[in-house]
């Protein structure tokens, strides 16, 4: 079964618009973490924002923010007053905290495309 | 502060040859992930590591796959012998088992096999 869903493939966007890219999560654990990753053309992998499931407000990051809706398990990324360089694929991932100590697997959706017009 | 680096940067080889991927984590970081991109696959764990010891390898694909970390700074993966379906993206990672915090990836290793 499928842990994260990202539904939107790929997004189109204006230059200084606000933009939402979408991620839905699957755990029966009561305590874990989500996370935002950015892919540039370049191949990179950068770390964004994070939200832990016991969090009482939402994890802000600059432009970045998380809109966490626990119940909902939807941990969206909003990117506001976007620019041409948010252009990337963006990555959502989860990791659970299961009983066994140490364990840390993160576990990635497929990504979003997300393309920065000018 | 020193990233997550990973050499060599671009990799080809023909199918059969021993590819090694080296990886150096963030000194400090008790925990060390390869990760391997694909388009069919996307982004998928291999195998990781916890003060140096293998703790979950049920993501290397089978036994021409093998990762070790002989010590906190340095871990290899290698694949021998390599097939043209190995080609792909493959990701070095490390985080602190201290806080819930994001693991750092490196630049990844771009490895195509003719």
């Known amino acids: 079964a499928q842990k994260i869903t990202q539904t939107q493939p790929g997004m189109f966007v204006q230059e200084k618009e606000a933009v939402t890219l979408d991620c839905t999560y699957d755990?029966?654990?009561?305590?874990?973490?989500l996370f935002w990753y950015k892919q540039p053309s370049s191949g990179e992998m950068i770390f964004l924002i994070y939200?832990?499931?016991?969090?009482?407000q939402n994890a802000t990051e600059g432009r970045y923010s998380l809109n966490f809706q626990k119940a909902r398990k939807s941990a969206n990324l909003v990117i506001s007053a976007s620019q041409l360089g948010d252009s990337a694929m963006y990555f959502c991932?989860?990791?659970?905290?299961?009983?066994?100590?140490?364990?840390?697997?993160?576990?990635f959706g497929q990504g979003t495309r997300l393309t920065i017009n000018p | 502060d020193a990233g997550v680096i990973q050499s060599p940067r671009h990799e080809v080889t023909e199918m059969g040859q021993e590819v090694t991927l080296r990886c150096k984590p963030i000194?400090?970081?008790?925990?060390l992930f390869w990760y391997r991109q694909t388009m069919m696959r996307g982004l998928e764990l291999l195998i990781y590591?916890?003060?140096?010891?293998?703790?979950?390898d049920s993501g290397m694909p089978e036994d021409r796959f093998s990762a070790k970390m002989p010590n906190a700074s340095f871990s290899t993966l290698k694949i021998q012998p390599s097939e043209p379906r190995d080609s792909a993206v493959y990701f070095c990672?490390?985080?602190?088992?201290?806080?819930?915090?994001?693991?750092?990836f490196g630049d990844g290793t771009r490895l195509s096999i003719l």
């Open positions: 990672a490390s985080s602190s088992d201290l806080t819930l915090g994001p693991q750092h």
């Open positions: 755990t029966s654990d009561p305590s874990y973490g």
């Open positions: 939200q832990g499931s016991y969090d009482q």
């Open positions: 991932a989860m990791r659970e905290i299961p009983e066994i100590q140490g364990a840390q697997k993160l576990v």
């Open positions: 000194s400090g970081h008790d925990y």
């Open positions: 590591f916890n003060n140096n010891v293998p703790i979950d």
